[in-house]
T-cell receptor, first 113, second 113 residues
Framework: AQSVTQLGSHVSVSEGALVLLRCNYSSSVPPYLFWYVQYPNQGLQLLLKYTSAATLVKGINGFEAEFKKSETSFHLTKPSAHMSDAAEYFCAVSREGAQKLVFGQGTRLTINP | KAGVTQTPRYLIKTRGQQVTLSCSPISGHRSVSWYQQTPGQGLQFLFEYFSETQRNKGNFPGRFSGRQFSNSRSEMNVSTLELGDSALYLC????????????FGPGTRLTVL
């Protein structure tokens, strides 16, 4: 079975500061990993994905994530937070050939001016 | 290219009623998945349809059902509604060869009174 743990249900950073959202996964097969963002009253938007190519993945809006197999982690970072980054972020895992996504509980990111 | 559309966006029902939600995938996408999002349980996979066949199913009671039509549009139905069915129901579509990348619609907010 696959599972995802997001450390910290709520993260608060100052505008311009580093954003770090943590995600650890459990999977018995090579995983596909995703980060999604959800703004209020909207669906999920894909930020980036890892599908066994490069371990450092760059996404939209300046976000990137690094796949570390030894640590079973896929943390999301952004060097400089912007007010528009305030949203809820979800880490998800799936396996090759299966469309089912297993999501973490989400991390609400707040940006302080 | 138009995104995933879901109708209706908001719905209010009473306990015991049934409801049907609709999802139109991105043109050319043959896989449609449904997810339930609640504050308590987070994002949970309901089922996935591909070429009119249910390919995967989550751990939900039989009151939750779905189908897919030949044009890839999908519907999900919930019968005998319970208060706990109040949630945001998200539909996602995927082109089966896209490393499981799923594109989400805005969701249908269902409130059961």
């Amino acid at each position: 079975a696959q599972s995802v743990t997001q450390l910290g249900s709520h993260v608060s950073v100052s505008e311009g500061a580093l954003v770090l959202l943590r995600c650890n996964y459990s999977s018995s097969v090579p995983p596909y990993l995703f980060w999604y963002v959800q703004y209020p009253n909207q669906g999920l938007q894909l930020l980036l994905k890892y599908t066994s190519a490069a371990t450092l993945v760059k996404g939209i809006n300046g976000f990137e994530a690094e796949f570390k197999k030894s640590e079973t982690s896929f943390h999301l970072t952004k060097p400089s937070a912007h007010m528009s980054d305030a949203a809820e972020y979800f880490c998800a895992v799936s396996r090759e050939g299966a469309q089912k996504l297993v999501f973490g509980q989400g991390t609400r990111l707040t940006i302080n001016p | 290219k138009a995104g995933v559309t879901q109708t209706p966006r908001y719905l209010i029902k009473t306990r015991g009623q049934q409801v049907t939600l609709s999802c139109s995938p991105i043109s050319g996408h043959r896989s449609v998945s449904w997810y339930q999002q609640t504050p308590g349980q987070g994002l949970q996979f309901l089922f996935e349809y591909f070429s009119e066949t249910q390919r995967n199913k989550g751990n939900f009671p039989g009151r939750f059902s779905g189908r897919q039509f030949s044009n890839s549009r999908s519907e999900m139905n919930v019968s005998t509604l319970e208060l706990g069915d109040s949630a945001l129901y998200l539909c996602a579509s995927s082109s089966d060869s896209s490393y499981n990348e799923q594109f989400f619609g805005p969701g249908t907010r269902l409130t059961v009174l």
